[in-house]
């Protein structure tokens, strides 16, 4: 298989197409992003990196960081964190309060805004707020093997500043007994979470022990195989807040989107993938990174559902 021409040929195809979806007009520092970027980067099994267009441009991670999020407070709470948190697909939009009121503040899934909320507020117990976006950014750093990943400020303090139903899904739990520090410290650590920056390279490398069932490339273990398992199936069924189905009906990869335009993509065993473009569709995904998964797993065959991808 020649990735590097499938990689070209997409970027070029990305790069004509007239549809590119809209800006997340409503964080005002992503609606100056430039929709005309895309990039892609794989990292393979093998210790390969195939990448084209803004690869190595970075980006707002929003979402897309609930992946990490999540491993971290795994870490520490185990399955107790499946007590406040659910593991079923919402069928609502990302940022909905509509299901907390008829299940009593206990958000359907980690990667809905609620669900992270309430990660957040896990990995925040027994620390400051910059300290918990410190651990995380450490976190990331190990799993990329590069110490220049960061929080982007700008984003973190227009987030903050219009951030209105995170802060009402986050009182509204609080209610409910299922936020157990202060909100606006809860709010801080979330917000300052989703701005932190990656490129497609970076966040490719950072999905590597997905790929690589826990294992750390490097060596050692992130976490065991059956924990890494289950965050891949959470990211197909959950990774795309109401167009999951979708998602896996067209791609068949576990993923997780952002509202900053990128897509982390997992194909175990075979590839951790990174797309951005930061037009979105109707809900709230990459619309051109979709269309890019889509592509690459028609020429490749990489998918959960696929007994090609793993011959």
Known sequence: MDLTRIIETIVGQMRDADDRGAVASYIPELAKIDPARFGIAIATADGRMVKG???DTGFSLQSISKVFALTLALGKVG???WKRVGREPSGSAFNSIVQLEREAGIPRN????AGAIVIADINLA???PREAIGEQLRFLH???EDDSIAVDNAVAKSETETGFRNIALANYMRAFGNITQP???VLGTYFHQCAIEMSCSQLALAGRFLMLGGAHPAGGRVVSERRARRICALMLTCGHYDASGDFAYRIGMPGKSGVGGGILAI?????SIAVWSPGLNETGNSHLGTVALERLADATGWSVFSARAFS
Do not use: C, E, K, S
Not at 110 to 113: A, D, S, T
């Open 142 to 144: 190990y799993l990329t």
């Open 126 to 128: 027994g620390h400051r």
């Open 183 to 185: 909100v606006d410290l």
């Open 53 to 55: 267009g803004d690869a």
């Open 110 to 113: 980690p990667f809905i805004n």
């Open 267 to 271: 194909v175990p065993g075979v590839a």
């Open 79 to 81: 399955d107790q964190l």
